[in-house]
């Protein structure tokens, strides 16, 4: 290896990421030098003679594909959180010989009978998992297939990884594109910080006014607050309409219908190659559910139960558009506002309110409590190298062991992704080159408010539930004691339960002895009243069966989408159809959120986004079994916390979820905890 490869940081693994020394000149020749090791690797244990053994196969083909499985984890994450024109490039020009190379590592023939001769009486229980997992893995990716079929189907993984990247880089440009320069007159009703740090945003551009974007910490104050008709009609519009063929202006250039069209076309193809009817079918394959007819029919079975408190829901906020703003007929832009001011009147406090007590450090010292004394961990800042001044490191240990770190990158910005996740940087293994045992790595990721005037950022009640939300994710990943790291933390854990430890961390945000250690009024210093904690309890299911209807709608348009007989559906008439049968209110004609579904057409979600809605089921029935044990003084009790983390956690991907779900609760989950918590329970 020459002295240039031998000092690129992406090929360093001996300790942190060097996030302080990657560039985009980087990427290609680490790039070049790790899948020239996986390729030789790859000759190597299908050399004929290589003993089918796991640890032989381990130690050669699975040290050489980790570590390329990480360097280009660096980038892919890079991408999402710093996109700049020279990263944007490097990565394009690497993703096709990226994909080309999982593509045939998946489906070489001789690999797939090297892992089919293993004896699967020589492997614990674990790698026993991972076998089974590798060999649904070949038939799904293609090991099967002869001649030219086998051929188009490493083209269609190619076509499909650069559309897919062409659909987040369209919503991310589109997003980022917009900008409006408001009067202070027009910003009437929004909250301070909001105005402070849409002025700062503007003094950056050398702007009058006050600079409005596309970002959810902007966007959705205006939609709530703002009395201008006029200006959330202008933002709503914008919002709707990015990524499509209603944009207005340069940003239809970022217009995603073609991608869509051309992704669907391809999903299809390749299930056909397969043997299958649809997507929808290969996508279950790996996942909890059987048949997309089963999920659609659990759907529509929430969906009816659900109906009568959406239109409860609705019937509120039509009387209450009547009566307080005379508005006979509101329109997409009216809802969100006057939903919030419906909020404050009925339960005499406002979302803004309550952010006041939501300093973000303040927060994250909270969560850190109930990390610590439920799973019996102990989380410090630790030192590493980041992305951006504003991530921040910490570890994790127990006994004063290290068990897991984790990177939290908090704010937004532009070149950053919207939304929130968590990636793994690194998964826990016992490595087979060397014995040693890695530890696991995790990247959380919000795109929260920053602070101002040297405040610091303040968080609204829903910003926190995301956080807990994304540290569950965390904590499946870290706490887990598996050590094959093809089934350890979410590897190998079916989709429809991977939001299960998510969902169920989000319960902690209504608890009062989780809520009083984690406020302090960003003035004053004094915690949450108890009296504002009540008031936010009685308002958790406002809106609850609309929001469930919400959630259906997308989970049905994304499944019904992914096993149409169509092969070029018409995504909108779809989309449609689906809001008259599952919504009580239909947006304009001119919305177009499809367009920004990332989820589905991006973002490993394609025929998989009921799985949010499966999962709260089994989330909330976890719950469940915290709730019957709570203590008298409203703390949760310790044995249900070390059972949770035992019998789900730890175990990760290494059984099927439902025995994981079984062993901690005792029987098969029920609909019954979730629509309790939900306030819709018959």
Known sequence: MNSACNNNPLLDFSGAIAFDRITADDIAPALDTLLARAEQALQTVTTAGFAPDWNGVARVLDVATEQLGR????????????????????????LP????????????????????????????????QALSNALRGFRLSGAELQGKDKERFAQIQEELAALQQ??????????????????????????????????????????????LSLKIPCYLPVMQFAHSRTLRERMYRAYVTRASDQAEGDAKGFDNS????????LRREEARLLGYANFGEVS???????????????????????????????????????????????????????????????????EQEVKRYFPAPKVLAGLFKIVETLFEVAIRRDEAPVWHPA?????????????????????????????????????RWLRADTGALQTPVAYLVCNFAEGVDGKSALLTHDDVITLFHEFGHGLHHMLTRVSEHDVSGISGVEWDAVELPSQFMENFCWEWEVLRHMTAHVDTGEPLPRALYDKMVAAKNY???????????????????????????????????????????????????????????????????????WAEVLSADAYAAFEETMQPDGTPSLETGRRYRQEILEVGGSRPAMESFKAFRGREPTLDALLRHQGMAA
């Open 284 to 350: 279950l394959v790996a996942k909890m559910a059987d048949s997309p007819a089963q999920v659609i029919h659990f759907l529509r079975d929430l969906a009816q139960r659900a109906r009568p408190f959406a239109e409860k829901d609705l019937q509120d906020l039509r009387r209450f558009a009547s009566e307080k703003f005379e508005l006979s007929d509101p329109q997409a832009w009216d809802w969100p506002y006057i939903s919030e001011h419906l909020k404050q009147e009925r339960y005499a406090f406002s």
């Open 391 to 427: 991530v921040e490191f910490y570890r994790i240990e127990r006994d004063g062991k290290l068990v897991g770190q984790f990177y939290l990158d908090k704010p937004a910005r532009n070149g950053k992704r919207g939304g929130a996740w968590m990636d793994d940087a690194r998964s």
């Open 166 to 211: 062409k659909f987040s880089e369209n919503a991310l440009d589109a997003t980022d594109a917009f900008a409006y320069y408001a009067s202070e007159d027009e910003l009437a009703g929004m909250p301070d910080d909001v105005v402070q740090a849409a002025r700062v945003a503007a003094q950056a551009d050398d702007k009058d006014g006050y600079k």
């Open 71 to 94: 360097a280009w984890g660096v980038v892919s994450h890079l991408s999402s959180v710093m996109d700049t024109p020279a990263l944007r490039a490097a990565y394009n020009e690497a």
């Open 97 to 128: 010989r990226i994909t080309a190379f999982w593509t045939r590592l998946g489906s070489d023939e001789r690999l797939y009978a090297l892992y089919k001769a293993m004896d699967v009486q020589k492997l614990n229980a674990e790698q026993r």
């Open 258 to 265: 073609a991608v869509m069209h051309d992704i669907l076309r």
């Open 543 to 613: 809106q609850a069966g609309m929001q469930t209807l919400r959630q259906i709608e997308f989970s049905l348009f994304d499944m019904l989408l992914h096993t149409g007989e169509d092969a070029t559906p018409d995504i909108q008439e779809l989309l449609t159809r689906v809001r008259d049968e599952v919504a009580v209110l239909q947006p304009p004609s001119f919305n177009r959120m499809a367009h920004t579904f990332s989820h589905i057409f991006a973002g490993g979600y394609a025929a998989g986004y009921y799985s949010y809605k």
